[in-house]
């Protein structure tokens, strides 16, 4: 353990945020790496704010001493036009989920990506991703597209409920990863398109705490398939439980949770945390309901 005299104040800005175990995950490896670190969450629904007024949330952040800020759904792109500098793979992307305050700059990074890249590895290892469908490309599904692609997806299939956002990202995508088919379909061709993957997965908020149910019909579903979510609160989702009764490889949010607050702790502190006692403390915080 080491000791610093530097203080970390940081806020995750989203909406239905207060169940978050983010927060106490930081805190948590921050107290293990002898740092004084407060995450306080900032629901947008709790302050009667919209996602719009995300900019506004940044700036009187860093006036009142913020170091850092998460920032998830819906504000993940909105947010992007509030930054001084973003990386450069947040801006392939084209979302922000960490954002540094230095200097009275604002700096956007995205971890979603990088997250969901660790807990394909580590959660599926050999899954085949010969074929996935996506439902969501929000700010979270953009980051996990872009990951999925990057762990050699080779036909990735978008729906969204904002057809020509599904486009839209499949265009973009499609420039950055040429050597794969990448195509927006509609929602109602779900059923139809079941078949003909390997994967699913749910990169949409429904599923969360604020936002039950299952994303889409699962009839089509079959022991041969996988099945994602980038929900973790609660872990075991309807689609989850849904998925693994019917004897499918199963990929809860939890994983992409840790992957994503490892590399937003670092970012943030410039200290690398431990990876496998982060995702032990999150079980534990599951485990006993929190």
């Known amino acids: 353990m080491s000791t610093s005299t530097q203080s970390y104040l940081v806020g995750l800005i989203g909406d239905g945020v207060m169940p978050s175990l983010t927060p106490p995950m930081h805190e948590a490896e921050a107290d293990a790496h002898g740092l004084r670190y407060l995450y306080r969450p900032i629901d947008l629904a709790e302050i009667g704010k919209d996602a719009t007024e995300v900019g506004e949330l940044l700036r009187a952040g860093a006036m009142l001493g913020f170091n850092a800020f998460n920032i998830t759904h819906p504000c993940k792109q909105l947010v992007l036009e509030h930054l001084d500098d973003i990386s450069d793979e947040a801006r392939a992307i084209g979302a ?79 420039m950055q990863f040429p050597e794969a088919t990448i195509l927006a379909c509609d929602f109602d061709q779900v059923p139809a398109l079941l078949p003909r993957v390997n994967g699913v997965l749910n990169a949409s908020p429904v599923g969360m705490h604020h936002h039950p149910g299952l994303p889409f019909d699962i009839s089509g579903l079959t022991p041969g398939h996988w099945v994602a979510d980038v929900v973790y609160r609660p872990v075991d989702t309807e689609l989850i439980t849904a998925a693994r009764a019917l004897g499918c490889r199963t990929l809860d949010g939890g994983h992409m949770a840790v992957g994503q607050a490892v590399d937003a702790f670092g970012i943030i502190t410039g200290t690398a945390p431990d990876t496998a006692r982060m995702r032990n403390h999150l079980l534990e915080m599951l485990e006993a309901g929190l």
């Open 96 to 174: 922000v989920n960490t954002v540094v305050i230095k200097d009275g700059m604002f700096h956007g990074y995205n971890t979603d990506a990088s997250g969901f890249s660790w807990a394909l590895a580590n959660g599926l290892p050999g899954a085949t991703l010969d074929s996935v469908l996506q439902l969501g490309v929000g700010g979270a599904g953009s980051a996990v597209a872009y990951a999925l692609l990057d762990s050699g997806v080779k036909e990735l299939l978008l729906v969204d409920p904002e057809a020509t956002r599904a486009a839209e990202r499949a265009a973009t995508l499609a």
